[in-house]
Structure formats: structure tokens, C-alpha cells
């Protein structure tokens, strides 16, 4: 079993509409909480953070960490088809760089 | 401002052959970092090198070698590659120790071994 579930979609959204992302894990000990975003044939960055539990809110994009239900979500609002790409969850209990990444989300957005 | 780079952008082996992709940071980061990406897994991480002068295993390190040649550059190699191997290989690099914040990644090198 993987210690980060994520669903690989594709997930397809008109252009205006919430995306909605999430990501479970199986390790307590997660305390970073990432969401990347990486456009096709590029390499990832980093699009939001979350140290411990808690919501946090970066124009369009809200992410969210249960870490008592282990789940984190990604809500991008008012989606653009810029926004198209694949999302990938990232955690690690001790530090930025040794993650432990969902497989990813491709999301779609169509004009 | 070039951030992270990777050498070769794209690879083809055969089996058996051995080859080195190289890294290289220009953000003064003390840690670095390998990772392959293959469909359906995500990302996974084969070495890792906290600061200059010492490199650890991740969690897929079987087949590879590293080498923290300073503090710029980190180096995989593939002594005897198998088509297992086959992926895309991206490099990160990170601040470390206590000031440690966001993973810049590479843009990737794309490795075929027939």
C-alpha cells in the first residue's frame, strides 16, 4: 500500500468552475504538506505549502490538511484553462526536499 | 536566473550501458536530491545529499550510484542500465538544515533503455 493515495484522473472542469483535489495518507508522522503543479514535460513546482493541520489561502487556491483524518485537499476557484496540468500532493516528515508524492492529478480545464 | 539544470535533456540505452546525468544548482542550496518520475507512481526518491560531502539513500535506490562532486553539483549514475530503469530523472535542490524551505526541481531528463 502507498503511503500517499491520489487519484490520477483526469479530472475534466469547464473553464469557471471549483477544482477540487485530495490526496490521503497512511504515515502520522507527515508534517509538510505540499501541492505541485507541473505543466507537461516540465518539472514540478511548488504552487502552496501547509505546515501541520490548518487551511491556507493564495488568491484562487485554498489547500487543506485533516491530519486526524489524514486528507488534504486543493481548491482552485474560477479555473482557468491555464490552470490545466497535472497536481501532484507531496508530505514529508522532516523536511522540504525527501517527499513522499501522490501519483497525481491531470486536470483539464476546457474553455 | 537558471535555478536548477540538467544534463543530457533526453537519453536512449541499450541495455547494459552506463551513463552519468549530471545536476547543477546556482541558488548556493545546501541539499540535493534525485527523484524518478514513472506513470502511475509519482515521484520517488533515490539519493538525497543533506549537504556537500554526504549522500543517503532514498526510497528506490537499488542500481544507482551518486556523487556530491561540490556543493554546486550532484551526479547519478546508471553503471549497468536495464529497461526497469526507464523513466524520467529530476533533480531538486533545497536551502537544508533549519532554514530549509521550498524543493526547486529540474526540468528533467528523459531516459530510454532498450
Known amino acids: 500500500q502507498k503511503e500517499v493515495e491520489q487519484d490520477p484522473g483526469p479530472l475534466s472542469v469547464p473553464e469557471g468552475a471549483i477544482v477540487s483535489l485530495n490526496c490521503t495518507y497512511s504515515?502520522?508522522?507527515?508534517?509538510?504538506f505540499m501541492w505541485y503543479r507541473q505543466y507537461s514535460r516540465k518539472g514540478p513546482e511548488l504552487l502552496m505549502y501547509?505546515?501541520?493541520?490548518g487551511n491556507k489561502e493564495d488568491g484562487r487556491f485554498t489547500a487543506q490538511v485533516d491530519k486526524s483524518s489524514k486528507y488534504i485537499s486543493l481548491f482552485i476557484r474560477d479555473s482557468q484553462p491555464s490552470d490545466s496540468a497535472t497536481y501532484l500532493c507531496?508530505?514529508?516528515?522532516?523536511?522540504?526536499?525527501?517527499?513522499?508524492f501522490g501519483a497525481g492529478t491531470q486536470v483539464v480545464v476546457t474553455p | 536566473n537558471a535555478g536548477v539544470t540538467q544534463t543530457p535533456k533526453f537519453q536512449v540505452l541499450k541495455t547494459g550501458q552506463s551513463m552519468t546525468l549530471q545536476c547543477a544548482q546556482d541558488?548556493?542550496?545546501?541539499?540535493m536530491y534525485w527523484y524518478r518520475q514513472d506513470p502511475g507512481m509519482g515521484l520517488r526518491l533515490i539519493y538525497y545529499?543533506?549537504?556537500?560531502?554526504?549522500?543517503d539513500k532514498g526510497e528506490v535506490p537499488n542500481g544507482y550510484n551518486v556523487s556530491r562532486l561540490n556543493k554546486r553539483e550532484f551526479s547519478l549514475r546508471l553503471e549497468s542500465a536495464a529497461p526497469s530503469q526507464t523513466s524520467v530523472y529530476f533533480c531538486?535542490?533545497?536551502?537544508?538544515?533549519?532554514?530549509?524551505?521550498?524543493?526547486?526541481f529540474g526540468q528533467g531528463t528523459r531516459l530510454t533503455v532498450v
Open positions: 507531496a508530505m514529508s516528515g522532516d523536511g522540504w526536499g525527501k517527499l513522499q
Open positions: 545529499s543533506a549537504s556537500e560531502g554526504t549522500t
Open positions: 501547509t505546515y501541520s493541520s
Open positions: 531538486a535542490s533545497s536551502p537544508g538544515g533549519g532554514g530549509d524551505t521550498e524543493a526547486f
Open positions: 541558488m548556493n542550496h545546501n541539499s
Open positions: 504515515n502520522s508522522a507527515f508534517q509538510y
